[in-house]
Nanobody, 128 residues
């Protein structure tokens, strides 16, 4: 059974950085896509970034985080990271990682419905 565990969240001042980790067990990431999503209080869940490990690869970002966030993977550690720089108070949310049960195509990799397995989330709070 696939299990995903997020870590690395915390409290940071605006302009600061955090690196989130998503560690998987049950199978390797190398054939599937992994995405990061977030949900702020009172708001709907939104996509942040995705990395497509199969189907030719690729990384995708929501417009709100382009140029500030970077998604990457370490196959040896079966872990996907989200490096978040220049954080803004609007980035405050619970961040979730998710994994597909198949391939995804292009920016379809940012759709939450593409994903089958979800972690429990990690809180990121950015103070102004």
């Amino acid at each position: 059974q696939v299990q995903l565990v997020e870590s690395g969240g915390g409290l940071v001042q605006a302009g600061g950085s955090l690196r989130l980790s998503c560690a998987a067990s049950g199978r390797t990431f190398s054939r599937y896509a992994v995405g990061w999503f977030r949900q702020a209080p009172g708001k709907e869940r939104e996509s942040v970034a995705a990395i497509n490990r199969g189907s030719g690869g690729g990384t995708y970002y929501a417009d709100s985080v382009k140029g500030r966030f970077t998604i990457s993977g370490d196959n040896a550690k079966n872990t996907v990271y989200l490096q978040m720089n220049n954080l803004e108070p609007e980035d405050t949310a619970v961040y979730y990682c998710a994994e597909t049960d198949g391939s995804c195509l292009g920016y379809g990799c940012l759709r939450s419905g593409t994903y089958t397995y979800w972690g429990q989330g990690t809180q990121v709070t950015v103070s102004s």
